[in-house]
């Protein structure tokens, strides 16, 4: 697969700490009021410097958006396989999620947002990645549906828990009264109308 040509030039580490960085200041300041000294400051580059590989601010939020979604998708498929139960495997599903978004220095999710910045493209292109990390999410909830443990796998029920999961970046505190385990267990319990059993441990 050819690279994008916002990689050229561009060592693999430096460019992941630019997009984090430039996520982070996104979510923070907001994409109109983040400047390019900014973003060049946040990882210690000259103000100019990062649209040597970045041809403009708005390639930067799509770079970032896309990277974290595949990122995590990554991560999501590689904890759930061999996760055969739905019901555990829905808990897997949450909690890594939550463990990117609170954990792991992920902002994607909570830029959603800011595709309003974005020409058509763009947004095409961010569309087809959250495609990509919804279908385990879909796949499990129908399985779900299928035996019975919900009422409907509908495309809203995916939506509305995403959009539960990702508000938790808003007001969760790791030195607050929740663990994050406790949180997935929690939204897991949500959706099935009951306490999961041990989900956590399982």
């Given at each position: 697969?050819p690279?994008?040509?916002?990689e050229?030039?561009?060592?693999?580490?430096?460019?992941?700490?630019?997009?984090?960085?430039?996520?982070?200041?996104?979510?923070?300041k907001?994409?109109?009021?983040?400047?390019?000294?900014?973003?060049?400051?946040?990882?210690?580059?000259?103000?100019?410097?990062?649209?040597?590989?970045f041809?403009?601010?708005?390639?930067?939020l799509?770079?970032?958006?896309?990277?974290?979604?595949?990122?995590?998708?990554?991560?999501?498929?590689?904890a759930?396989?061999?996760?055969?139960?739905?019901?555990?495997?829905?808990?897997?599903l949450?909690?890594?999620?939550?463990?990117?978004?609170?954990e792991?220095?992920?902002?994607s999710?909570?830029?959603?947002?800011?595709?309003?910045?974005?020409?058509?493209?763009?947004?095409?292109?961010?569309?087809?990645?959250?495609?990509?990390?919804?279908?385990?999410?879909?796949?499990?909830?129908?399985?779900?549906?299928?035996?019975g443990?919900?009422a409907?796998a509908?495309?809203?029920?995916?939506?509305?828990?995403?959009?539960?999961?990702?508000?938790?970046?808003?007001?969760?505190?790791?030195?607050?009264?929740l663990?994050?385990?406790?949180?997935?267990?929690?939204?897991?319990?949500?959706?099935?109308?009951?306490?999961?059993?041990?989900?956590?441990?399982?």
């Amino acid at each position: 697969m050819p690279r994008r040509k916002s990689e050229a030039g561009l060592e693999p580490n430096r460019r992941a700490e630019l997009l984090r960085a430039a996520a982070r200041l996104f979510v923070d300041k907001g994409f109109a009021a983040t400047t390019t000294r900014d973003i060049a400051e946040a990882v210690g580059m000259r103000s100019g410097s990062p649209f040597y590989h970045f041809r403009s601010k708005q390639e930067l939020l799509k770079e970032a958006m896309i990277d974290g979604l595949e990122a995590g998708r990554e991560r999501l498929l590689a904890a759930i396989a061999g996760v055969a139960d739905p019901e555990r495997r829905l808990y897997v599903l949450v909690r890594t999620h939550l463990g990117t978004l609170l954990e792991a220095d992920c902002n994607s999710p909570m830029l959603l947002n800011e595709t309003r910045s974005l020409d058509v493209a763009a947004r095409a292109e961010i569309a087809a990645a959250f495609d990509r990390y919804q279908a385990p999410w879909q796949a499990t909830l129908d399985e779900l549906a299928a035996r019975g443990r919900i009422a409907s796998a509908a495309a809203p029920l995916r939506l509305l828990l995403f959009g539960m999961l990702n508000w938790s970046g808003r007001w969760y505190r790791p030195d607050g009264p929740l663990t994050v385990d406790q949180l997935a267990d929690s939204a897991v319990a949500l959706l099935l109308g009951r306490r999961s059993p041990d989900l956590s441990r399982a």
